[in-house]
Structures are given as structure tokens and as C-alpha cells.
């Protein structure tokens, strides 16, 4: 049949080398265990026995979630099926069959996280006995190694943990030994409370001072590097084992106080640090979340971000669009921003470019694809508009609507969130007048866009009038887009938003 003949065929093509992508396969499925990133050879266990892998779903995408499992052991599988639900670092999709059979073991459950190519199911062909399937010694082997290592976790835990300085002491010494030693080998009294706050005695420190004296740096590295705990120790007043020439005559007072403040010290080392507070809740950070975290790390430590702002008079703009939302338009200042940017990028090339770190080397884009941040439950996503500069404003303010609402069901299609050229997000609405956004790599600029507020404007002749602003903040990568080309951007986009009327009907 098809299903035997295409696997056949896969196979020939990995023992000779050639590569199985460029078989019949449908995108974001997979064909007992031929995930995007898998070959044939790695899937069949035995004969009628058949891994499923997770697959990659995106080509950014390492690990996702297993979200549940559509079928279950038992089932037979026919070409097209749903076998689980994915979500991605991007969005929630469905993972399909290409093949048949009969679903013989789920050995990664619903809400797992697994990393791409992890095996997640076996497959056995129709009429095999589905309910004996074995399990594969690689698979089962990290489960027996994880019970053995929380077996060892949990004996290790039931014994007792005593203080390396309690539990084997190098000699034993009297407290009067050890005050002799404090009042020999010791001058300055920090280091005296450290040495009695641990236990120690003046011998087990290697000494670097003056006169082969212990400062307080030699005791810090001595229980840094022995990783010791502090201990309740009472050690004998010095001045019981020192020999004194004559006696000292002290006011009672002052040695009432000395007693105290010694005993209060004393009481305060010896009693234990309260616990920290434990009211709060974890809350786990979604595979986007982790993906999110993980971008912009990599992008704040290796791309050297340059930043520009400027004041955009955007009175024309508010204008513009009650003109054409009285013509029957329904958009947005967002959708009217998108495209005098995308303008702006085609008369400033030099902008609409991206940086490739392999080959060290700027990448003019023959396109402008504008991408758009819409915030979503869970994170963060930016589906694009393609061809902005060549799109009518009433296409754009569609394609952002079908764009954001298949965002936040999580319907994106990974060509409609992989790629673009530029990047703009806009928090405007949220009552932010300006703010500084990461750049979205490959691209090398995106665009942080304020809302409007009043401000005062002088004319030449000195007459002042309250005016709309709206700041926007470029940040770019100095790699790729020199300031120069950074400052001539924004003086283009002001003068296109401010004339956005002229320059697109006129």
C-alpha cells in the first residue's frame, strides 16, 4: 500500500544519502516519528514499530508543550488525523498524521514539555498486537536512572547533616585552650567573634598578618572555603588564661556594660535567623514566556542597541483618520502609523535592513514587511504586514484585525509571524507617552511608539498655540544602520506623517 511504499522510499533515500525533505510531506505534522528534523532510520525500533517524535513546528522552536493528546492508546490512526495539540513558542498548533496504525503507547502525557525530536509515541501497523508493544531500553532507561537518582536524593536527605566543623574536628581543644590561642595568635577583636562565632580555633586558620598574626580575611577565606555554618560556642574570657602583671581597676558601671552588650551579643548569634517568608505562589512561565525571556537575553547581550528619539507633531494624523473613518473606513492610528513607516522605509532603504552575524554583513530587504506587536495571554507576538509600502491603508487596517484576533486564539501560521523587516509597537493606547522596546532579531530596528499629548508651540513670529506630539523612539542595531541613517529615518517619518495625506493620494 502507500503507507509501506513511501516508507520504503524514505529509507532509500537515508541509506543514500539524500535528504528526506524533499519527499511528499505535509508542514507541521508528523509520519510516526518524522518530525521536520528527523530522519527515517532514527524512527523504526523493530519491525511494525514505530516511534512518534515531537516535532518542530517553527524554526525557532527547541521544546514545546504537549497540550493533550487527541487520540488514545488503541486508536487507529488514519492519514490526517490530529494526534496532539503543540503549543510552540509562538502559538498553538496541531500535530497530524501522514501514515496509519494503530497507537499502541502514549509515553509522554498531556501537559509535558518535551524538546524537538524527543519521543513522545509508538505506532504499530494495523493487525499488530498493539497491547504487547515493548518499550524500548533507551526510553525506558532514563526513568529507571531517575528513580535511582531520587532514591539517592531521598536517603541522602534522611541522614543527618552536621557542620563540618562539629563533625570532625581536627583536635579537640578546651575552651581554655582556645582562648590562649585567641589571646597568642590573635590581635584585633572582629577577628576574635569571627573565630569563636565558628568554632575554630586559631591553629586551623593559616595566618597572613604581621608578626604571623589572623586578620579577619584569613578566617572568611578559611570558612568560605571549608563551606562552614556558624556554631553556638561560649569561650572563656581571655583574660582567665592570660597572665597579667597587675590587676586593672574597672568602674562597675563600665563593666556592667561590657558584660551586657557581650551577653546580648552573644544571644543574638546563638539565636536562629526566623525563616523566610513563604507567602507567595509560583506561577510557571508558559514555553512563550521562556522563549520571550530567552530572545530578548540574547539580543540585549549581543546586539549593540543604539537608541534615537523624536517628537512627531501628529495633529495631521488624528485629522486624517476622521476624514476617512467618515468615508465609511474603519482603521486605527496604529494602522495610518504602519503605513507612513512603511513610506518612510522605502525612501530610507538604508533602515529596512538586517544584520547576519554568520557572515558578518548588512542584508538590504527587497520588501517591506511591517511587523506588528500584539499582546496576547501568555506573552508576546508580532504577525506581519506584508508589503505595507504597496498596501492601501483600508488593507492594512484589515490585515491587522485578522492578524491580532488569530494571535490571541493562538491560530497564527508560522508564515504569518516568521520574517518581517521592521518591527513597531505601539503602547499608545495604554496611556505611555514613550518607552524603549528590544530589537526583534534578524531585524535590526524596531520602533517604540508613545501616545499623543498636548504641547506648546512658538511659530517664527513667536505666537504660541497647543499642538499634538506623539514620541518615538528608534532603537537600532549600530551594526547594521549608522546614526546618520537612524536620524534621516525619523526626519522622514515625521515630515511623512505630518503630510501622510499629500503623500498617499496626492
Aim: with cysteine; net charge positive; aromatic share 4%.
Amino acid at each position: 500500500g502507500p503507507t509501506r511504499f513511501w516508507r520504503a522510499v524514505r529509507m532509500a533515500f537515508t541509506l543514500t544519502g539524500v535528504a528526506c525533505k524533499h519527499l511528499p510531506r505535509r508542514s507541521m505534522c508528523i509520519s510516526r516519528g518524522y518530525s521536520m528534523r528527523a530522519s527515517a532510520h532514527q524512527n523504526v525500533m523493530h519491525r511494525g514499530t514505530y516511534k512518534i517524535l515531537f516535532p518542530a513546528l517553527s524554526p525557532t522552536m527547541e521544546k514545546g508543550k504537549l497540550l493533550s493528546w487527541k487520540v488514545k492508546e488503541g486508536d487507529r490512526i488514519e492519514l490526517g488525523d490530529v494526534l496532539f495539540g503543540v503549543e510552540t513558542d509562538k502559538a498553538a498548533l496541531d500535530a497530524e498524521s501522514t501514515d496509519e496504525g494503530i497507537l499502541a503507547k502514549i509515553i509522554r502525557g498531556d501537559g509535558t514539555t518535551n524538546t524537538v525530536n524527543e519521543v513522545v509515541g509508538l505506532i504499530v501497523d494495523v493487525g499488530d498486537d498493539w497491547k504487547n508493544v515493548a518499550i524500548p531500553e533507551d526510553l525506558a532507561a532514563p526513568s529507571a536512572s531517575a528513580s535511582a537518582s531520587a532514591s539517592a536524593s531521598v536517603s541522602a536527605s534522611a541522614a543527618p547533616v552536621v557542620p563540618a566543623s562539629t563533625a570532625a574536628p581536627a583536635k579537640s581543644q578546651s575552651k581554655t585552650e582556645i582562648a590562649a590561642d585567641l589571646h597568642s595568635y590573635v590581635g584585633f577583636p572582629s577577628v576574635k567573634r569571627l573565630l569563636q562565632q565558628y568554632g575554630l580555633s586559631p591553629s586551623e586558620v593559616k595566618p597572613t598578618g604581621p608578626q604571623n598574626r589572623i586578620l579577619k580575611g584569613d578566617v572568611l577565606k578559611h570558612v568560605a572555603a571549608k563551606n562552614l555554618k556558624p556554631v553556638s560556642t561560649t569561650l572563656a574570657p581571655a583574660s582567665s588564661a592570660a597572665p597579667v602583671s597587675k590587676p586593672v581597676s574597672t568602674p562597675p558601671k563600665a563593666a556592667t556594660t561590657t558584660t551586657t552588650t557581650t551577653a546580648a551579643t552573644t544571644a543574638a548569634a546563638a539565636k536562629p535567623a526566623k525563616p523566610a517568608s513563604t507567602n507567595y505562589t509560583d506561577i510557571p512561565a508558559s514555553t512563550m514566556r521562556q522563549v520571550i525571556a530567552k530572545r530578548l537575553t540574547e539580543s540585549k547581550y549581543t546586539i549593540p542597541h543604539g537608541y534615537m528619539a523624536k517628537e512627531i507633531p501628529s495633529g495631521s494624523l488624528g485629522k486624517l483618520r476622521k476624514q476617512l473613518m467618515e468615508s465609511g473606513a474603519k482603521l486605527s492610528l496604529n494602522d495610518l502609523i504602519i503605513k507612513a513607516v512603511a513610506s518612510s522605509l522605502v525612501r530610507v532603504p538604508e533602515v529596512n535592513v538586517q544584520w547576519d552575524t554568520s557572515a558578518g554583513e548588512v542584508k538590504p530587504q527587497p520588501t517591506v514587511d511591517i511587523s506588528v506587536a500584539v499582546a496576547i495571554d501568555g506573552g508576546l507576538i508580532t504577525p506581519i504586514v506584508t508589503n505595507a509600502n504597496i498596501k492601501r491603508v483600508t488593507e492594512i487596517a484589515n490585515d491587522v484585525r485578522t492578524l491580532a484576533t488569530a494571535a490571541k486564539e493562538g491560530k497564527l501560521l508560522p508564515h504569518q509571524y516568521q520574517g518581517g523587516t521592521f518591527t513597531i509597537s505601539n503602547l499608545g493606547m495604554f496611556g505611555i507617552h514613550e518607552f524603549t522596546a528590544v530589537i526583534n532579531p534578524p531585524q535590526a530596528c524596531i520602533l517604540a511608539i508613545g501616545g499623543t499629548k498636548q504641547k506648546l508651540s512658538v511659530d517664527p513670529e513667536g505666537n504660541g498655540k497647543m499642538i499634538d506630539v506623539m514620541t518615538v523612539n528608534l532603537s537600532y542595531d549600530t551594526r547594521a544602520v549608522s546614526s546618520e541613517d537612524a536620524a534621516r529615518f525619523l526626519d522622514e517619518l515625521s515630515d511623512t506623517i505630518q503630510n501622510l495625506y499629500v503623500k498617499l493620494f496626492l
